[in-house]
């Protein structure tokens, strides 16, 4: 073994995609379904607001008026997630990268860490079909979990808590956060795209149909991928 890697390689996915594509909802399911580690930095960035972490307080504002945080912050966040020993078995990064420097930082780590190859997804929704979503999207203030829908119920159907509309998803703050994703987020597609792990999925579906077409075409590009790039792959 080289010192200081594991040699030990998972299934490991990138979710790509604007706010409201459903980057969220997919990575939780295909995580829970393959037995992987789902990490979204968005939501470590909200449960160090709840708990009042000062990096995470310092995040705040800025995620409330939409922007990005600072990728020196967001990369060693999302480095010491991935040193953890249960990031070895494989995990669906979420919400990160989201700018080419975080796309290189997640290369150096794969590398340093003899992670397997990554496997990018990019979930493609058209623009006013996002503005839809985001506007009716609610989560619940106790746990965080995503409503599947605004409903006439303002509990949540995990915990019970209280249904509320995210700070960041009212109407002049998502049309920022699109703005960002075309600006600092879409270049990742380029980073991406001729890789021979790149895929794009049609993410203005049914949830289940999007699941569903995830789960054939992770599988095939584990089957298509060289032998030579996937060699020291295991389920
Ligand atoms: P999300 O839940 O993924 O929509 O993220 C919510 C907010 O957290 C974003 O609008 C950003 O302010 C911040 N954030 C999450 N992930 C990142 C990232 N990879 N880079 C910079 N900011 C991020």
Redesign the pocket.
């Known amino acids: 073994m080289i010192p200081g890697r594991e040699n030990r390689v998972g299934i490991n996915v990138i979710m790509l995609g604007p706010?409201g594509a459903g980057k969220g909802t997919q990575a939780s399911r295909f995580a829970a379904a393959r037995g992987l580690i789902h990490i979204?930095?968005?939501?470590i960035?909200r449960d160090g607001i709840q708990a009042q972490l000062p990096i995470a307080m310092i995040a705040k504002a800025?995620?409330d008026r939409?922007?990005?945080?600072d990728d020196e912050t967001?990369i060693a966040i999302v480095r010491e997630r991935l040193m953890r020993a249960d990031s070895h078995r494989g995990f669906v990064l979420d919400?990160?990268?989201?700018?080419v420097a975080?796309a290189c930082a997640l290369d150096a780590i794969m590398d340093e860490r003899g992670y397997g190859p990554l496997i990018v997804v990019n979930l493609v929704v058209p623009e006013p079909e996002l503005v839809r979503r985001l506007a009716g999207r609610r989560i619940c203030s106790k746990c965080g979990t995503n409503a599947v829908q605004a409903t006439a119920s303002l509990a949540c159907g995990q915990c019970g808590g209280v249904l509320v509309q995210r700070v960041?998803d009212t109407k002049a703050v998502v049309r920022d956060?699109l703005g960002v994703y075309r600006r600092s987020t879409k270049p990742l597609v380029d980073y991406y795209r001729e890789r021979p792990t790149f895929r794009i999925v049609n993410g203005a579906q049914s949830q289940d149909r999007v699941a569903n077409e995830l789960e054939i075409l992770v599988d095939d590009v584990i089957v298509s991928a060289t032998a030579s790039s996937l060699e020291t792959l295991q389920y």
Do not use: C, N
Not at 40 to 43: A, H, K, N, V, Y
Not at 66 to 69: I, P, Q, R, S, T
Not at 95 to 99: C, D, I, M, Q, V
């Open positions: 706010p979204s930095t968005g939501d960035l800025i995620m939409g922007a990005l945080v967001i919400g990160f990268p989201r700018t975080q960041d956060r």
